[in-house]
Structures are given as structure tokens and as C-alpha cells.
């Protein structure tokens, strides 16, 4: 490869897909990036076996071509490091020489034939929708997936696509997570799928730049999904698995009827402050509702405890539910609303919140 390009912007796209490379991996190549270069523009992709991100840049002063598979964490410490305004990549027999200033390094690659070819996504279901209103629901449900391995479906985000609406939504088991949005999604009929969590959250990096109007061209077959940003594309394995019906988690009116209105930020704060006293393991706090107020306490053998309260328009009989902290606060995070519903029948049941008809998070008590 022989390349010349503003270190600025290689140093930006570098930065995009170099922590895709996994560090550890019984696939050397996997470690690498694949360089591009033809027609003034240059093309870094980088891949897990799962995930995959390429993206493509074309500026002024990009000059040469070949291509290169060149460790990703080295090349990126390396071009952090220079100097100077342009940086340039040269094949030097079995090394490849990366200068910049007076700044020299030889970096050993891998033969480029050996990266895995990524091939598009020929057919397939295509949705195109608004790039913010998008990660906005990936924002409002991502967090209430399952981290532990080995719970297949419950590891991504289910993707649901009708004619007129999209829909994301996350479980872990003991919380759910469902936001919505209205689209001319474009599609005849409905279809659904499991998109993984790393996936999301590298679009979510991906995005950063982009303007407010952009749009996210998602395209699905049975085993891949692909999503388009401009110059970036991201192509990611599908989560294996049959996703719980969300649908039958989701209490009716009926089932729970108690509900408050709740100003958020007051409320995150005392969660937070409840948190301090929860205990580091079997962590809960309480929720009391009573005359025109919610409690909010904790109290952990060792630890000591804390109280808060809140002025709120209720008046039911008094209720008292224990919740995990965390299950709260991980969901108050991701919320951008500044007022909430909280929707509640006894110490027993499933709480809800919403923030309007398109954002649901039910969690389970502690009964125990």
C-alpha cells in the first residue's frame, strides 16, 4: 500500500472503527484493519466475526492506493502520536512505514487477502427512518437488555416494523423497556427481528457527526443487518432466538389503577440518594405512597439509612413498593423527559412507568 492523507481525517475514521478490533482473539486478523486506498478516497473496516464497520472517507490531499491489514490498536496509538498535518503509509517488503513530522514507525501487518470479505446484503427487508428519532429509541431501551451471555434473545433489542410504526424493545427478564415511533417504514407487511447490543451502540459512536436530518437505511435478511449512515455502514450478525411476547407483559389500565405524575429529575435525585444507603448486595429501596406524598427510603443493616420525599396528587390507600435501585436509575439515565407516569396496583405487581403512548418501562418488584 502506498497512501498519503490528512492525519486529521484518518485519525477520525480510525478512531470510528478501531475499537471494533477485539484485542484477544483466536483469529489474528481480527485484531487488524483493513486499509483501502483507490480514487482519492480511503475505505477502514474493522470486525469482531460478529460486528463490522466500515467506513469511507474522501477529502482533499488523499493520494495513492492498495490496500494493508495493520493492527488497530497500534496504528491508532501510532497516528495519535505523530506529528504534523499528514501522515503517510508505505510498504516496505514485510513492514509497512507510517511517518508523519519527523516521526517514523515500521508496523508489521497481516496479508491483506485473509481480512474477511464483508459482502452487502443483496434482497432483504430496507427501512429507512430519521438517524435521531432512531438512536432515540435505541437510547430508551438498550440499557434494559441482558449483560449475562448465554440469554440469546434477551442479549439484543428487538426490532419490530410495520407500515406505519417502528418499535424497539429490551429485557433482561425482571425489566422491559419498549419505545415506538410513527414511519412510512416502507414495508408491505410486519417483520421483526433481534439486533445485538454492540451493534446499536457502535452506530450510536458512528453517529456523531452527522447532521439532525440524517437518516439510518436499515436493511435485514435472515442472518445479517445491515445499517447505512452516509460514507458508514455497519453490518452486524442477528441474535438467535425467540423473543419473549412483549406484548402480553404490558398491563392494561385496569390492572393498575393507581398513577402519579412524577417530575423526573427531583425523582432521579432521591433514587440517588436512596442508592447510598442500599447495600452493595440485595440492593432495594422503598417507594411509599401516601397522601399527596412518595417516600422514598432505604436502609441496609451496617450501612444506615435515608429518606426522601416528594410532593405528588395522590389519594389511594398507602402503598409500599421495594425496587431495585439500579433498575430505577439505569431507566431515569436514559430518559430525556422531564415529567413521567408511574403506574402501580400493590407491593406485589409490576410497576410502569410512561412518558407518553410510544415509551413504556415496566419492572418487577422485590417481594422477598
Known sequence: ??????????????????????????????????????????????????????????????????????????????????????????????????????????????????????????????????????????????????????????????LEVTPSELTLVATDGRRLSLASMKAETGVSENASVILPLKGLAQLQRASGDLPDDAKVLIVVDDNRVSMRLGMTELFAQLVEGEFPNFRAVVPADTQIPHSVDIVRVDFEDAIRRASVTAGEESRSIQLRFDADALTISSRHDGVGESQSTMPIRYGGDVVEIRFNPDFLGDYLKHVPDSSLTFRFKDRASAGCFTTSEENTYIVMPITS
Open 1 to 158: 500500500m502506498e497512501l498519503v492523507s490528512p492525519r486529521e481525517a484518518f485519525l477520525q475514521h480510525l478512531q470510528l472503527v478501531a475499537p471494533i478490533s477485539p484485542t484477544r482473539s483466536p483469529r489474528p486478523i481480527f485484531k487488524d484493519v483493513l486499509l483501502e486506498a483507490r480514487d482519492g478516497s480511503v475505505t477502514l473496516t474493522a470486525t469482531d466475526g460478529d460486528v463490522t464497520l466500515r467506513t469511507t472517507y474522501e477529502t482533499g490531499g488523499v493520494a495513492g492506493s492498495g490496500r494493508a491489514a495493520l493492527p488497530a490498536a497500534t496504528l491508532l496509538s501510532a497516528v495519535r502520536s505523530l506529528s504534523g498535518d499528514e501522515i503517510a503509509i508505505h510498504e516496505k517488503g514485510a513492514y509497512h512505514e507510517l511517518t508523519g513530522g519527523t516521526s517514523v514507525f515500521k508496523l508489521k501487518g497481516d496479508e491483506p487477502d485473509v481480512f474477511p470479505t464483508i459482502e452487502p446484503i443483496e434482497g432483504g427487508k430496507r427501512v429507512e427512518v430519521p438517524l435521531r428519532a432512531f438512536l432515540e429509541l435505541a437510547q430508551r431501551t438498550m440499557f434494559a437488555a441482558a449483560r449475562e451471555m448465554g440469554r440469546y434473545a434477551f442479549n439484543g433489542v428487538l
